[in-house]
Nanobody, 123 residues
Framework: QVQLVESGGGSVQAGGSLRLSCAAS????????MGWFRQAPGKERRFVAA????????YYADSVEGRFTISRDNAKDTVYLQMNSLQPEDTAVYYC????????????????WGKGTLVTVSS
């Protein structure tokens, strides 16, 4: 089983930046795509970004394209999310997943979930 610990969340003003980290431990595998999802208050968890097993390909939700950058370090079993130009609508709990797949055109997290890290953006 894989354990995930997300960190790096916090409170920032609109236009600010944060860098999230997700460290995986346990039965990890570098063969899977890793990614980030977020859940805003009262809403469902939604896909944010994913990175292929070797970091060569990245995928983003339209709402974050051009502002967020995902990366991974397989030697550290860690995935990162650099978030720039943050907006109030980015406020959510951010979760990582170490097995991101596409199902009928949607990105889903097939692996374990961590407890998430809260990002709050004020206007």
């Amino acid at each position: 089983q894989v354990q995930l610990v997300e960190s790096g969340g916090g409170s920032v003003q609109a236009g600010g930046s944060l860098r999230l980290s997700c460290a995986a431990s346990g039965r990890t595998s570098p063969s899977y795509a890793m990614g980030w999802f977020r859940q805003a208050p009262g809403k469902e968890r939604r896909f944010v970004a994913a990175v292929s097993w070797n970091g060569g390909s990245t995928y983003y939700a339209d709402s974050v394209e051009g502002r967020f950058t995902i990366s991974r370090d397989n030697a550290k079993d860690t995935v990162y999310l650099q978030m720039n130009s943050l907006q109030p609508e980015d406020t959510a709990v951010y979760y990582c997943n170490v097995d991101v797949r596409t199902v009928l055109g949607d990105y889903v997290g097939a692996g374990s979930w961590g407890k998430g890290t809260l990002v709050t953006v004020s206007s």
